[in-house]
C-alpha cells in the first residue's frame, strides 16, 4: 500500500505569492484544494483511515473537514486566509498515524489536526503532537485515557494540553449502553467480547462494570483476534453460556461477522456495540439476522438536528462520492474548533499570523465555544467535549434506527 506523501506548503502574506488551483481539486497526495484566492494558506491536516476496513468511517472524516474548510474559504471567515486540507491515510494502524504525526509536524504551514478515528492511534500521536504545540481535535476518540490519564478511574489527570475531542468517551458511552441493555431492552445475561484494543477493551470495560453495578450477571467474556473473521469457536461459547445478549467492545468489520456467526451457532440473541460498529457496513456483514442488533453512538442522530440541517444539504451540495457517516458532525465541529482557533489568533493579533501561531492556536481552543453541527462546540479542563449526549440505535428491517436519547446518569 502507498505510503501517502505530504505536501509542504509555506504560507505566504504578500498578494499573489500563492495560487491555490480550484476549489475541491483533488493533489496526488490525497489531499484538497479547499479554496482559491491569495494570501495567508493555513492547512488542517486530517488522520484517518482512508483505505482498509474502516475506510467508510474515515473517508466520512476526511470530506466533513474539507467541507468546513470550503465553508470557511467561501464565506471568508478568517481575513487574509485560505484554509487548506491534507489528508493521511493512517490505516487505522498506530505506527503508521505516528509516522502521519510527524509529517504533519514537518510542514510549518499545518496549524492544526482533525482526527484519527482510533483511539489507539490516537495514543501513538499524541507526544508528537503536544512536543510540537500542534493542536490536535479527534471526532471520534472515545478512551477515557487519552484526556484524563491512565488513572482516570481514580485521579485524572490531563496528559496533553494540545489534544481535544468532540466526540464524548467511553466512560459514559459504555455505562449508557449497560443502562439501556438492562433497564430497557430487559437483559439480564450478557456474554462480554473484545478485540484487545484500546477503545474495544476499554469500551467493554466499562459497560460491563455498570451492567453488574445494575444487577446484571455476566456469564462469559472472550478477547478476540481482530485480524479474523472466524469466530466459530467463540459463537459456540455464547449459545452454550446462557446468554440473552452480546456487548462487543471493537469496530463494525469484525462486529458483523461476529453476530452473524453467533446467530447461526443458535444464540438468537442481540449484539450490542458501541459507536465503532454504527456503520451500515455493519448490518451488510452480519446480515438479515442482525435485525434487533444496537449501537450506541455519539450525540444525536444528525438527521434530526435542526442545528445539522444546513451540513447535511451543504455535503450533499458538494458531491462527495461517500457518506459523511457516523463522525461526519463531528469532523466539521473539529475542522471549525481550529478555524474558530485560527481566527482568534489572527484577531488578536492585527490581523495576521503571529510566528508562535502553533503554541497560540493550541492555546486558543480551550476556550472555543460555538454552535455547531453537533450543538454547543466547547472543551472542559480537560479537553474533552461538554456535550455529553448519546444515542441507542437498533437494526430495524436492515437499518440503523435511533431509539432513544439521552445522557448518562451515574
Known amino acids: 500500500m502507498r505510503q501517502r506523501s505530504l505536501i509542504a506548503i509555506t504560507a505566504a502574506l504578500a498578494a499573489g505569492a500563492l495560487t491555490l488551483t480550484a476549489c475541491g481539486s483533488r493533489d496526488d497526495d490525497g489531499g484538497s484544494d479547499s479554496g482559491s484566492g491569495d494570501g495567508t494558506t493555513v492547512v488542517i491536516g486530517v488522520d484517518a483511515p482512508l483505505t482498509g476496513d474502516l475506510t467508510a468511517l474515515g473517508l466520512g472524516i476526511k470530506n466533513s473537514a474539507d467541507l468546513a474548510a470550503k465553508t470557511a474559504n467561501k464565506q471568508k471567515y478568517v481575513d487574509g486566509v485560505t484554509f487548506k486540507i491534507e ?119 466499562t459497560f460491563t462494570e455498570e451492567f453488574k453495578k445494575l444487577g446484571g450477571k455476566v456469564v462469559g467474556t472472550e478477547h478476540i483476534n481482530p485480524d479474523t473473521k472466524d469466530f466459530s469457536s467463540v459463537a459456540t461459547k455464547v449459545k452454550n453460556s446462557g446468554a440473552d445478549v452480546v456487548y462487543y467492545g471493537g469496530e463494525y468489520p469484525q462486529a458483523g461477522p461476529l453476530s452473524k456467526q453467533i446467530k447461526e451457532a443458535g444464540a438468537k440473541i442481540p449484539l450490542v456495540g458501541g459507536d465503532g460498529i454504527k456503520d451500515d457496513t455493519f448490518i451488510k456483514l452480519a446480515g438479515a439476522g442482525s435485525d434487533g442488533d444496537l449501537a450506541t453512538s455519539v450525540g444525536a442522530p444528525v438527521e434530526e438536528l435542526d442545528s445539522a440541517k444546513k451540513f447535511v444539504a451543504d455535503y450533499k451540495a458538494a458531491g462527495y462520492k461517500e457518506d459523511y457517516a457516523a463522525y461526519g458532525g463531528y469532523s466539521y465541529d473539529s475542522a471549525w474548533a481550529i478555524i474558530e482557533a485560527v481566527k482568534k489568533v489572527v484577531d488578536d493579533n492585527g490581523g495576521k499570523l503571529p510566528d508562535d501561531a502553533r503554541a497560540k492556536v493550541t492555546e486558543a481552543m480551550q476556550n472555543v465555544s460555538f454552535d455547531g453541527v453537533t450543538g454547543k462546540v466547547s472543551f472542559d479542563e480537560f479537553g474533552d467535549a461538554t456535550n455529553k449526549q448519546l444515542t441507542v440505535y437498533a437494526v430495524e428491517n436492515g437499518a440503523f434506527k435511533a431509539v432513544k436519547s439521552g445522557t448518562y446518569t451515574g
Open 87 to 205: 489528508a493521511l491515510d493512517d490505516q487505522g494502524q498506530p505506527s503508521v498515524g505516528q509516522q502521519n504525526a510527524a509529517k504533519l509536524v514537518a510542514d510549518k504551514s499545518v496549524l492544526g489536526v482533525v482526527g484519527p478515528l482510533n483511539s489507539s492511534v490516537g495514543e501513538s500521536m499524541q507526544k508528537v503532537f503536544d512536543s510540537a504545540r500542534l493542536v490536535e481535535v479527534s471526532p471520534a476518540n472515545t478512551g477515557p485515557s487519552l484526556t484524563q490519564g491512565p488513572d482516570w478511574r481514580t485521579k485524572k489527570v490531563r496528559p496533553y494540553k494540545s489534544y481535544f475531542r468532540t466526540a464524548t468517551t467511553d466512560a459514559i458511552q459504555g455505562p449508557f449502553a449497560a443502562q439501556y441493555v438492562y433497564n430497557d431492552a430487559k437483559k439480564k445475561k450478557v456474554f462480554v467480547i473484545d478485540d484487545k484494543k484500546t477503545y474495544g477493551a476499554g469500551l467493554a470495560g
